[in-house]
Structure formats: structure tokens, C-alpha cells
């Protein structure tokens, strides 16, 4: 994707990794935040396109930390729906980078929402459903320009959907007992492969690869982390037991019951990808479903996201959900974290997104006002320092493949 250098001046900065700068400049050179600072700090070249934001907020883009964005597209019906390969228990070897479809308009969305980073993730049907891929929203020729990551963990899920799903067709698992078992038993071949491999390399041997296993190694090896679909408390516990056990690094996606052992993740130091948080107690899992645990979550130290768990959510929709998590005692700072800095460090992509900090891709977001009141709008959304939105003459505007690459 090309880019141009910008210098982003006069506006509220809050970079989230530090105290918010009045009067403030971001400059973006080559697709990368140069410097970040004041006019006394910053100087801007000549020559270099500047974006007055005099009266506006400026902020990195905000990240989905668990989407289906282009894996399960808008509109499409079934024929756009390739977010679970429900044909066995154990799917590691899957990826969500194959299925993406770069047109998908959830992606359009995300724009008009601040978002500029994804993290897209298979579905919650199998025990172990697949490779997840952080990108950008926008930008690339194909999806490979928009990839941040292209692996950053395994999507694994508990509870009621894969009993659902695998106990209608009367096959292995039907009960939280056999979801355990089937995630167990992965792993344990998973080191006998490890072992095997790296024997037939020191004895220089010919070994056959196995890319399911191959995946969970990367992740017992820690390069991977373990996504875990869960809402229930004990199912939250199941997931603690399973980490122990196998040594992975652990993220809880959902956590809907995660309050009630807010302290237990705390002190583990297990993050939670919470959400979505605009759905009705549609399933029994979802029965103590309330914005509010979010906060208990936060205040009891763990480290928290919000996801919107696109199309669940629409995704543009993710501040808003923050929005209301902060009237539902979240801190201001937290719930701008959340979008951010936190699950950038926890997925481990910040070194490339979540703040606005020199060395960090050129992803900033001018908004009207403060993002966490419902009548602000992003105005002007820059990827690696190319303009891919802006919101003028009361409608918003995407800047399409054939403007960008004419």
C-alpha cells in the first residue's frame, strides 16, 4: 500500500501509552510514526502534507481483538460463511488468512468505527478450530498487503457449541467431558510429535510433517497463543487446567462469567477478550451476560479487550460498546486501553500497532470529539499514513481499490 508522509497537527493527542498531549503533532513518515509530541518537540518538514485537527481527538486505531470480519461476510448468506470446518473435532491446521474475502463490507465498517487492525478468528464449533491472522482493515491489493500477523494463535472453544454441534451428529465430543479429552488428547500427540521430529533431526532422519500437530507444537513452544472460546465460570476453570497442564499461554475470549474469578485470573495473569456485549441471553452460557462484569474484571486487575465478535456486533459499533462499558463503571483509561494498548501487548502486535509511539505503524484516527461519546465520529482514518477514510458532507467515504492504486 503506499503512503504519504502527514503531519497530523493542533489536535487532542492521546497516544493511550501516555498522557494525552493538547495542541499536539503526529508525524508519519514512509508508512511509520516518526515522532509524536508538541510544535516545541516536533518539527514538521516542508514539503509534507499536514491535517489540521484544531478541535479534534486524535487516536491510534482501534483494534478488534476477535473478529470473523471477511470469513463470515455480510449478505452473503451460507455462501459467505466459512468460519467453522465442522467435519472433525480438531481443525489446528486451518487457516483464517484462506478464507478472507478483501471485499467483504464489514470491512468498509470498520473504518467508520476507527478501526484499522483486526485479529480474524475461525469459528467456536470445534474443540480446536484453527489459526487466527491479525491484519489491517484496509489498503492492500489482496489481503496479504493488509497482514500484520500471520499467525498469532489457535482458536480453541469450550462448552456448549461444540457439544452442540458434534452431539448431533452423535459423534465424540457431547459433553464437556469429551470437548476436555478431544483438547488433551491434541496436545499429547502433539509432544510425542514434537519429540519424534526433533530426534529424526539430530540423527538427520527423513520425518513427516503433520501440519495439525505442527501447529499445536508452535503453540506449546509459546509462538502461538491458545484463543479460548469460553463463558462459564467452570469452563473458564476447565481452561485454566488445560493451560497448567500443557504449559501454553492462555487469552480468554468472551469471559462472560470471568467476574465471578476475576481474582484467580488476576493473579495468573490471564487476559479476557470481552464480549460482545450487544446480544440478548440467547443460549444459557449468556444467562449473567451484563456490561458491568466488565468493570468488576478490570478493578480486580486483570487486563482486559473488548471485541465485538463481528457480524455478532458490527464491528463499527466496538467504541460504542466501550462507550457503555465506562457508563457501566469502566474507567475512561481503561476502556481506551482495551481498544489498544492491552490487546496489542496480549496478542503480541505491539511492535507494530495499539499506541501512537515513534516506531508504530502510521495507523491514527482523527475524530470529531472524544471517541467514547455516541455523537463523535471518525472524520479522517490513516493506515501506515495513507488516508483511507474520511467522513465529509455529512456522509463517510472509503477510499476504494481503484482510487488507491489508479
Known amino acids: 500500500m503506499t503512503s504519504s508522509t502527514i503531519a497530523i497537527v493542533n489536535g487532542y493527542v492521546v497516544p493511550v501509552s ?3 498531549i493538547e495542541n499536539g503533532i503526529v508525524l508519519v513518515r514512509d508508512g511509520v510514526i516518526e515522532a509524536v509530541g ?10 509534507v502534507a499536514v491535517v489540521d485537527a484544531a478541535g479534534k481527538w486524535v487516536l491510534p486505531g482501534f483494534i478488534e481483538s476477535h473478529g470473523h470480519v471477511g470469513i463470515h461476510e455480510e449478505a452473503n448468506g451460507p455462501a459467505g460463511d466459512d468460519t467453522n470446518e465442522m467435519t472433525t473435532p480438531n481443525t489446528a491446521a486451518v487457516r483464517a488468512l484462506d478464507a478472507i474475502n478483501i471485499d ?4 468498509r465498517d470498520a473504518l467508520s468505527g476507527g478501526v484499522t487492525s483486526v485479529v480474524v478468528k475461525p469459528g467456536s464449533g470445534n474443540p480446536i478450530g484453527g489459526q487466527t491472522v491479525a491484519i489491517k482493515t484496509w489498503g492492500g491489493r489482496i489481503i496479504d498487503e493488509q497482514v500484520i500477523r500471520e499467525a498469532v494463535s489457535v482458536k480453541s472453544a469450550l462448552g456448549e457449541n461444540p457439544k452442540r454441534v458434534y452431539g448431533g451428529k452423535n459423534q465424540m465430543p457431547s459433553t464437556r467431558l469429551g470437548v476436555a479429552m478431544i ?4 496436545f499429547v500427540a502433539a509432544q510425542n510429535y514434537r519429540a519424534q521430529r526433533d530426534n529424526a533431526e539430530r540423527e538427520g532422519k527423513p520425518f513427516d510433517r ?11 513452544d509459546g509462538e502461538l497463543a491458545w484463543d479460548q472460546h469460553t463463558h462459564r465460570h467452570d469452563d473458564i476453570a476447565t481452561a485454566l487446567r488445560l493451560a497448567d497442564e500443557f504449559g501454553y499461554r492462555l487469552v480468554v475470549n468472551h469471559g462472560t462469567e470471568a467476574h465471578k474469578i476475576a481474582d484467580v485470573l488476576a493473579e495468573r495473569d490471564i487476559p479476557v477478550i470481552f464480549g460482545p456485549m450487544f446480544t440478548s441471553r440467547s443460549k444459557v452460557e449468556l444467562r449473567d451476560r451484563a456490561i458491568a462484569n466488565l468493570a468488576v474484571l478490570a478493578a480486580a486487575g486483570v487486563r482486559v479487550a473488548i471485541t465485538t465478535d463481528h457480524p455478532v456486533v458490527p464491528i463499527n459499533f466496538l467504541i460504542y460498546q466501550a462507550a457503555l462499558a465506562v457508563k457501566d463503571g469502566l474507567p475512561r483509561e481503561t476502556a481506551l486501553e482495551a481498544l489498544t494498548v492491552n490487546p496489542a501487548s ?6 507494530r500497532v495499539g499506541s501512537l509511539r515513534p516506531g508504530l505503524d502510521g495507523d491514527v484516527v482523527v475524530w470529531s470529539g472524544d471517541p467514547l461519546d455516541v455523537n463523535s465520529r471518525a472524520e479522517r482514518v490513516f493506515i501506515q499514513g495513507a488516508e483511507v477514510y474520511r467522513f465529509e458532507d455529512g456522509q463517510g467515504h472509503v477510499v476504494e481499490r481503484a482510487e488507491r492504486f489508479a
Open 18 to 20: 501516555q498522557e494525552p
Open 346 to 351: 496480549f496478542l503480541r502486535l505491539d511492535d
Open 38 to 47: 508538541t510544535a516545541a518537540d516536533v518539527e514538521v518538514p516542508d514539503g
Open 104 to 107: 467483504d463490507e464489514g470491512f
Open 183 to 186: 483438547i488433551r488428547e491434541a
Open 210 to 220: 503433520d501440519l495439525t500437530k505442527e501447529t499445536l507444537v508452535r503453540v506449546l
